[in-house]
């Protein structure tokens, strides 16, 4: 009955919002890339190409627009009540937080926005939630059926985002750590590894033959450039220490740019911290150093230019990084930090990036009859998502109290099932904090999957700790609590039975 009602208030939001935006919404940059990438099947590309294929795999059965987003929709529908229900079958959460939490999913308008957009995001959010619900089912009742899916999504989503190199090593602890054979565990992490690590090696090959020289990611040299120029500008030139001769060119032209922009009421775009702006504009050092290195070249196309820069880039903003290290700690990581504790909404707060037209590519993709996409919202600002960086900064600082107090209750050690999910769910928590503010941009977008799990894994601290409280205030008053065969239960099994609760697949 519960499932009917979830389906219907899903089918009914979903309709009411395609009335809105019958189109489509583009990131205008990332979405047409992914386009090209389907249309061309492309094997690399300056995003990873797993959301391109999957829109090419899409256009196979049809080209609507409409229903891609709907499938975008439903699958982070499906895949976040497939977590929740997950947690109810192996946790004895309150009837209260079972309805909070199905409202807080059912009811999200961020899965409505994301779908709409033609952009990773929203499928990696639905595998990142499908790959840490598959890990609770590792953890509490392995077997060969849930290793091998969860295998599968994880290639799946190590093609789609780089946030997913970390799940590699995630999925191996929490093998190494479930109820299985060692040559089971062993044969299941290998072979996780060996389908990522050809990945990786497929790709690096595929640069090497483009450019001559063997790499994964150019995106990654390009980022890590962009994140010391942004500690670098706060260097004075007094302070500035020589280059290595072949950084020198490049390291002139973003001195000369530094200075000439100094008055940010010209140049409002330099006051913007930690974010990608001079790895993506035309004009800025990057490409422009870029250009001069295929000044002579008529023939490389954008990608080889773009790829070859990738490990000149990286190799100087590691020296950058390296010579002015408080530097980087103050106007990058700071900052980021800031980012990732309350994501800026960025451009799902806009439809469409604010334009009302998409490239041509897009038209003859989705076959629009023409150019132009419209809106019925009446402005293409979108203010419903505005409450979630409030909203997710609350929530960082509530898991961490929660865990705080989880520890303090020897919560730890009482509630052994409960407790392999908050220290699961913890886990990524803070290792995908650790990935986004050192390696990465914070955004809402990119920041959905951490956000979802944490305010689910918060209510359910928050309902735990109260289960906790009123128990203590019924000891204090005298309350007795008798088992079936007349014996005190204690403490211990108090949690264990009524706050932790026990699957069947967990006895």
């Known amino acids: 009955m519960i499932l009917w009602i979830a389906l219907a208030a899903v089918v009914v939001q979903f309709a009411v919002f395609k009335w809105f935006y019958p189109f489509a919404s583009f990131i205008h940059g990332d979405s047409f890339v992914y386009i090209d990438i389907a249309h061309k099947n492309s094997d690399i590309e300056s995003y990873m190409v797993g959301y391109g294929r999957f829109l090419r795999l899409f256009s196979v059965f049809t080209t609507s627009d409409t229903i891609l987003v709907a499938f975008q929709y439903l699958f982070m529908q499906c895949s976040a009540l497939f977590l929740l229900f997950t947690l109810f079958y192996f946790y004895r959460f309150s009837k209260v937080l079972q309805m909070i939490l199905l409202c807080f999913i059912v009811l999200n308008p961020l899965f409505l926005y ?71 565990k062993l044969a299941s992490i290998g072979i996780g590894f060996l389908f990522c690590g050809l990945f990786m090696l497929y790709t690096g090959n595929k640069y090497k ?41 490049l390291d002139n032209m973003i001195r000369s740019y530094f200075d000439s922009t100094r008055d940010v009421k010209k140049f409002p775009l330099e006051a913007v911290q930690a974010s990608t702006f001079y790895m993506w504009s035309p004009g800025l050092p990057l490409y422009a150093y870029r250009d001069t290195q295929f000044k002579k070249d008529t023939v490389s196309s954008e990608l080889k230019k773009w790829a070859s820069m990738g490990p000149f880039y990286k190799a100087y903003g590691m020296y950058i990084i ?13 900052p980021n930090a800031n980012k990732y504790y309350a994501p800026p909404v960025e451009f799902l707060g806009l439809y469409n990036s604010g334009y009302d037209q998409v490239t041509l590519g897009a038209k003859q993709w989705f076959d629009y009859k023409s150019t132009k996409v419209k809106t019925r919202a009446g402005s293409p600002v979108i203010s419903v998502l505005d409450f979630y960086p409030i909203t997710s900064g609350v929530i960082n600082v509530v898991m961490l109290c929660g865990l705080i107090c989880f520890a303090m209750v020897n919560g730890f050690g009482m509630s052994i099932l409960y407790r392999k999910g908050i220290i699961l769910a913890g886990s990524i928590w803070l290792l995908n904090a650790g990935f986004t503010i050192f390696a990465s941009s914070a955004a809402l977008r990119f920041q959905a999957f951490p956000i979802i799990l944490t305010t689910v894994f918060t209510l359910s601290l928050i309902d735990y700790l109260v289960k906790i409280g009123r128990q203590e205030a019924e000891e204090k008053r005298g309350t007795r609590m008798i088992g079936s065969s007349g014996t005190v239960v204690d403490n211990t099994t108090f949690h264990s039975g009524m706050i932790a609760g026990v699957g069947s697949g967990d006895k």
Not at 141 to 158: E, H, S, Y
Not at 322 to 334: C, G, I, V
């Open 114 to 184: 994301m779908g709409n957009l033609i952009s990773s995001d929203g499928l990696f959010l639905g595998l990142s939630l499908i790959w840490f619900t598959l890990l609770l089912w590792t953890l509490h009742n392995p077997g060969t059926k849930v290793l091998l899916a969860n295998i599968a999504v994880l290639f799946f989503a190590f093609t789609v985002r780089y946030n997913a190199l970390i799940y590699p090593l995630i999925t191996a602890v929490v093998i190494l750590a479930c109820r299985l054979p060692t040559r089971k």
């Open 209 to 249: 033959a483009l450019t001559g020289t063997w790499q994964y990611s150019p995106f990654g040299g390009w980022l890590m450039a962009n994140n010391a120029m942004y500690a670098y500008r706060y260097v004075d030139s007094a302070d500035r220490k020589p280059v290595p001769e072949r950084f020198r060119k």
């Open 322 to 334: 390296s010579q002015y290290p408080l530097y980087y700690a103050r106007y990058f990581l700071w």
